[in-house]
């Protein structure tokens, strides 16, 4: 199968990438899943349905604010401009990849088998 060259499903994937990127730096779930809390956000107005994997704004700034105690500022601004709702102002594939959170990364050392898996990344 052909890699799929709509720019509407490489932003959907750029999204996907950032719930992992989230829980990648919290350790935590992006969908919390907790029914009291919930109930709470749905109380407060915050749009959130962890079945579907869909939120509102305000749920993603207060996942966003979560993350601030984990990350440095270059992090942060990679994952905002990722879980970005609307995909016309959301990171690019390529923008994502050349931003300077991972390209001022440190490349991992050769884990001692002999191996170099810098070029196979």
């Known amino acids: 199968a052909e890699p799929v060259s709509d720019p509407c499903f490489q932003n959907d994937d750029v999204w996907f990438a950032g719930?992992?990127?989230f829980e990648l730096i919290t350790g935590q779930m992006f969908f919390i899943q907790d029914p009291s809390q919930l109930e709470s956000f749905e109380e407060q107005g915050l749009y959130v349905d962890p079945s579907r994997m869909v939120c509102g704004e305000e749920y993603i700034e207060l996942?966003?604010?979560a993350a601030k105690h984990c990350a440095d500022d270059m992090a942060l601004d990679l994952l905002s401009k990722m879980l970005r709702l609307n995909k016309a102002r959301r990171i690019d594939i390529q923008d994502a990849?050349?931003?300077p959170?991972?390209?001022n990364a440190v490349p991992l050392k050769n884990s001692g088998s002999?191996?170099?898996h810098s070029s196979s990344l």
């Open 19 to 21: 719930v992992l990127f």
């Open 63 to 65: 996942r966003l604010a």
């Open 97 to 99: 990849l050349d931003h």
């Open 101 to 103: 959170f991972l390209s």
């Open 114 to 116: 002999g191996r170099d």
